[in-house]
């Protein structure tokens, strides 16, 4: 039925006279079978024994084609044409002159295709016929979608660990494997409070993983095999291996004291000092100083022994406190003989900075005097995250290696925080796709979301503040949604006083961001519906805002686009 005949041509002899058809009397150009082309159609049909009804199958959950191998290929491209000119028999018994794509709906699960053929008939004459060939999508699924719903189908597995009561450390990680693709192997992924398991159906992949896994973080790697089964006439053994790779219990605003060993193989530096980054290298500098230096997981693991293993950060981004600066001023620090070289000179400067308590305001007139490295971006009024120090409670021996060198300090100042509320970020970050394992109580499942979310604010907050973090994640421009028109609304000259702030070489820069998110697209949808409830609409009001909202969008990208063509 869905073959047709919309033209038929016969190639005429050229130099001869009109002559009448032999069956039907009109005339026609003279040609070898003197037959006009409705009678050879009549007598001959050239796509007798083409089918024109076929099937073509898809995987649904990585949208690749069988060929019978399962390849990759758009809707309406060149290699989805060649799979599916392959598929057609009879074909290769005429010759083919066009084929084009016939426009369908992507849901019909329907593919068309124009074909245009050649083929001698009786006389020597040439027959050229156009017909449509219709495709059925069907859904298989491939062996690699298999083994993700099928447990025990992995081989290798990389157990990624940290020991540490937070989870910002993975939050960057995660947006490594999305910036590099590196996660796209993986059978399937799992998340446990203090790490997550990459599932690999092939040990090679497990490797190229934790080799990527050494070039960006400090991870120290062990593996073990396990034997399967085996067969001893063949001499073939079954294992699977595990790959368990630990992070250095260290992370970017901890406040540590480093060990005896270890500080003095980084020339000695203070043994307080401030995880400023954390890489494939561990950045410190002194904040009372500006020295810096850094070192590996190998370096950590030849230096730290005993007790001193496990040593991580006496004060974490949990316990950073808002204080408002009240004073700043620049001060020449000279370099101490032995200290590593600056390489971040321009970067950095010292300052003494007077600083209070967010809290305190308009409470008492409590006021600290401290030294910081972050002269070159504070200014009078900002407001800058730091640590108590005179109210921690540090180990007796740690207190007296610090003074040794110096007065231990009141206040250590960490970064700088913009006064961008999370709720009006122009840009937004992608998110991996894992199973969470732990099944925990109600009441303790509450408190990991409320402590994961605050764990998140703070990895964006460490976004803001450090230009050399953003070079490893990709940022997006997030599309304008009825928060932004309800915080727009509340204070409409909020905006216009920001612009008039000078913005410092850390803070995010609109050419920064890339354009468009379509696989975040449910995850902003679902924030600006917790946000029209928080603002004291209904379920059915945010979700009718939402409706309105996408209807206006597909107008528009309706009405902006090229003209539609039916054939």
């Not at 057609?88 to 066009?98: F, H, P, R, Y």
């Not at 189908?153 to 999305?178: C, G, I, M, N, S």
């Not at 609409?537 to 206006?552: D, K, L, M, P, R």
Request: net charge negative.
């Amino acid at each position: 039925a869905m073959a047709s005949v919309p033209s038929f041509e016969v190639a005429a002899t050229p130099g001869l006279a009109t002559v009448l058809c032999c069956q039907c009397g009109n005339p026609i150009a003279a040609n070898p079978s003197m037959m006009c082309a409705h009678c050879l159609s009549v007598r001959s049909d050239i796509t007798e024994g083409i089918a024109t009804q076929l099937s073509v199958h898809r995987c649904r959950g990585c949208e690749r084609w069988l060929r019978p191998s399962w390849v990759t290929a758009e809707l309406e491209s060149k290699e989805l044409m060649a799979l599916c000119l392959r598929k057609i028999k009879g074909l290769s018994k005429v010759n083919l002159v066009d084929a084009q794509w016939i426009w369908t709906e992507p849901h019909s699960m329907r593919l068309k295709i124009k074909v245009t053929i050649q083929k001698e008939v009786d006389g020597g004459a040439i027959l050229q016929q156009s017909f449509v060939v219709e495709f059925v999508i069907r859904n298989q699924q491939c062996e690699d979608c298999q083994k993700q719903y099928t447990d025990g189908t992995w081989k290798a597995v990389v157990q990624v660990r940290q020991r540490v009561d937070h989870k910002r450390t993975f939050y960057y990680l995660e947006q490594l494997l999305l910036k590099h693709n590196v996660h796209s192997r993986c059978i399937s992924i799992q998340s446990f409070r203090d790490g997550m398991d990459f599932y690999f159906a092939e040990k090679n992949e497990a490797v190229r993983f934790t080799d990527f896994l050494q070039g960006n973080i400090p991870v120290r790697i062990k593996n073990t095999k396990k034997l399967i089964s085996s067969d001893n006439h063949s001499n073939i053994f079954n294992f699977k291996f595990t790959f368990l790779c630990i992070i250095i219990p260290l992370c970017k605003d901890d406040l540590t004291v480093l060990p005896v060993r270890l500080a003095k193989t980084l020339s000695d530096i203070s043994p307080l000092v401030l995880v400023e980054r954390v890489t494939r290298l561990v950045h410190l500098v002194d904040p009372l100083t500006c020295d810096r230096a850094t070192f590996d997981s190998d370096h950590y693991g030849k230096l730290t022994s005993g007790v001193e293993s496990s040593f991580g950060g006496i004060m974490s981004a949990p316990r950073l406190i808002e204080y408002i600066v009240l004073g700043i001023e620049p001060i020449l620090a000279s370099e101490r003989a032995g200290a590593a070289s600056k390489v971040f000179k321009s970067k950095t400067r010292l300052a003494h900075v007077e600083v209070a308590r967010a809290s305190d305001l308009g409470v008492n007139d409590t006021k600290f005097h401290t030294v910081s490295h972050l002269g070159h971006i504070l200014r009078t009024g900002d407001t800058v995250l730091g640590y108590d120090v005179s109210a921690a409670n540090l180990d007796d021996a740690d207190v007296a290696r610090i003074e040794k060198r110096r007065a231990l300090p009141e206040v250590v100042l960490v970064r700088k925080l913009y006064g961008v509320e999370s709720q009006r970020r122009g840009w937004t970050l992608r998110k991996l796709e894992y199973d969470a394992v732990e099944e925990p109580t109600r009441t303790r499942k509450k408190d990991d979301m409320e402590s994961d979310s605050a764990d998140y604010e703070r990895f964006i907050q460490q976004l803001e503040g450090d230009k050399e973090m953003r070079k490893h994640v990709n940022l997006y421009r997030r599309e304008a949604g009825p928060r932004k028109a309800a915080a727009a609304a509340v204070d409409p000259l909020e905006e216009d006083e920001g612009e008039e702030d000078e913005m410092d070489e850390e803070q995010v820069h609109i050419d920064e961001l890339l354009e468009g998110l379509d696989i975040g697209s449910s995850v902003q949808d679902e924030e600006d519906t917790m946000f029209l409830l928080s603002r004291g609409a209904t379920q059915e009001q945010a979700a009718s805002t939402e409706a309105v909202i996408e209807e206006g969008a597909a107008f528009q990208a309706i009405a902006g686009s090229k003209p539609l063509h039916f054939f």
